[in-house]
């Protein structure tokens, strides 16, 4: 039979195991204790009464108790709501005995005898109880002025403007008009007739060369009949269609108006938990507990329940089984806490990162230590490195993701440990990627900026942007090249602790390759416009 401290253990072992390269040889018991922590829990349904008051058009609808006035109904409803107070209580009690044996919620349903409705109807006052109310646009009239003809039934004459004459249209207003006439007369010396042609001015006869004549549309009256109103100066109201009423809006045109007051109950529900233990951080875990997951715990008795005038407080009285474990760790000592029998830990204690904490200081001092630029790979970077991916937690965190997340929630390591590491592995890759992948990087970024150049000196006027795209491309290829190279080189220094899908991820969760990806096409960029500018250069020579 397994004691709760070898629970406790084994919990940590299954931890530490899968995700470090320690085993149960590097955790040493020290000493174990058990205590008991106890506590009440108290679930409170606090209910509370209200009226709630509403108006309406039409009569009182079906279903609520109805009086003379909307104050009597008031009054009924307020009478209700402190019977109701008053019953609450003794209600609370019998409810608590009936289910004293089980854990169901206090409802509203269960505070009283359910929602009632008081309300009174009355003739509306907007209308008198008509139901309609004297149209406001045209006052009852059910005609209101015309507005094209502003109510005197004619308008202007729209071809002469209300004046009744227009211009002339043979002479074009000039009252005379020009005519050109051909004459034959007797020419002596030729011994014939002789014609020739002339222009004559003459009063227009179809204005008596006035220059005006009577409009055709009116005429002569500079008026027309308005068409809008048929000459009658007023229209159908178009708010009531003429019949010099509408519909009463405050009653919804039944004549009628009402208003309820509905009583109605609400429930607030909490719930706390008083604990009692030497150990505060047992105190604040239990605190934060539900009452399921206590029961989970340990045992959980429900008590009397305490009854208040407007409050029922269902009491359990728990305890719960607690299980401190102290264990020697690289040296420093850790002392775990498990709850109920089974001993459950909540909080790992940064436990892996203590195991891991060696390996990490490692990396960080030779993180330091590796030269920025070196021939080939630094080998005690690479140990460093290779020592911290050998434990699975390390590998987790510099991928990020959801199962980083998890390990520091659950307390397995700490978010200082988290950071550091993740801060040393993206430093230690950075400096090794840099390594492999720099060369590539600098020959992409200035070989075909230095050809552009070249070409530029030859002759090339840039009249034409083909050779800079060429030029571009030709850097962005070379690149990619560098570093499909330099990741598989970085990949096969660490093939044996880590699959090449992982690191990948890894690479990028760390944000390994940016640096010198943005470097890399800012420098390119620049030395291509450069050469371009000199193409220009040679251009205005
Ligand atoms: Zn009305
Ligand atoms: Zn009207
Ligand atoms: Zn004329
Ligand atoms: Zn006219
Ligand atoms: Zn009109």
Redesign the pocket.
């Known amino acids: 039979m397994k004691s709760p401290a070898d629970l406790l253990y084994e919990q940590v072992i299954q931890l530490i195991e899968p995700l470090t390269r320690f085993d149960r040889t590097s955790l040493k018991r020290e000493s174990d204790h058990e205590t008991q922590a106890g506590g009440e829990a108290s679930r409170w349904y606090s209910p509370s009464f209200n009226v709630a008051p509403h108006s309406g058009g039409g009569q009182l609808p079906s279903g609520i108790q109805s009086f003379p006035s909307a104050g009597s109904a008031e009054q009924a409803a307020s009478s209700a709501r402190a019977a109701a107070t008053k019953a609450l209580p003794d209600r609370l009690r019998k409810w608590a005995e009936r289910h004293a044996g089980d854990d169901s919620a206090l409802t509203a349903g269960d505070c009283y005898d359910g929602s009632v409705t008081y309300g009174a109807q009355a003739r509306c006052h907007s209308c008198g109880g008509q139901g309609k109310t004297t149209?406001g646009?045209?006052s009852?009239?059910?005609r209101?002025i015309c507005s094209m003809c502003s109510g005197r039934g004619q308008t202007s004459c729209s071809g002469c403007g209300g004046s009744g004459q227009q211009r002339c249209g043979s002479c074009g207003g000039a009252g005379r008009m020009q005519r050109y006439v051909t004459k034959t007369v007797w020419d002596g010396y030729a011994n014939r007739y002789h014609s020739h042609s002339e222009t004559v001015m003459e009063n227009c006869n179809m204005c008596g060369s006035s220059g005006r004549r009577q409009c055709g549309q009116c005429y002569g009256r500079g008026k027309q009949n308005c068409h809008s109103c048929a000459n009658s100066g007023k229209v159908t109201?178009n708010?009531?269609g003429?019949?010099?009423s509408?519909s009463c809006s405050t009653c919804g045109a039944s004549g009628w108006t009402h208003k309820t007051y509905k009583l109605g109950c609400s429930v607030q529900s909490r719930f706390e938990v008083d604990a009692r233990h030497a150990r505060p951080e047992v105190v604040a875990r239990l605190k934060a507990f539900s009452l399921e997951h206590l029961s989970s715990l340990g045992p959980v008795e429900q008590q009397e329940p305490d009854v208040r005038a407007n409050a029922l407080r269902r009491r359990y009285r728990f305890t719960c089984r607690i299980t401190e474990l102290t264990l020697d760790t690289q040296g420093s000592a850790i002392q775990l806490v498990g709850f109920g029998e089974r001993a459950y830990v909540f909080d790992f204690k940064n436990i892996v990162g203590v195991l891991l904490e060696q390996d990490l200081q490692t990396l960080e001092t030779t993180v330091q230590q590796a030269p920025t630029f070196g021939v080939g790979p630094d080998e005690e970077l690479v140990d460093a490195i290779r020592q911290c991916l050998e434990s699975e937690a390390n590998q987790q965190l510099g991928e990020g993701g959801p199962a980083a997340e998890k390990l520091k929630t659950t307390g397995t390591l700490s978010e200082d440990y988290a950071g550091r590491l993740t801060a040393g592995l993206r430093s230690g890759f950075r400096k090794l990627y840099l390594g492999e992948s720099g060369l590539g990087a600098a020959l992409a970024a200035t070989l075909p900026a230095a050809a552009l150049a070249a070409i530029a000196l030859a002759g090339w006027r840039g009249k034409t942007s083909g050779p800079f795209w060429i030029a571009l491309l030709a850097s962005f290829l070379l690149y990619t090249g560098a570093e499909i190279f330099a990741r598989s080189r970085v990949n096969r220094l660490f093939r044996a602790h880590m699959e090449s899908k992982r690191m990948r991820s890894l690479l990028r969760g760390l944000g390994v390759m940016k640096k010198v990806r943005l470097t890399t096409a800012a420098v390119s960029l620049l030395l291509l416009l450069a050469a371009l500018r000199l193409a220009a250069l040679r251009l205005g020579m």
């Open positions: 149209c646009n045209c009852g009239q059910g209101t109201c708010r009531c003429g019949s010099g509408v």
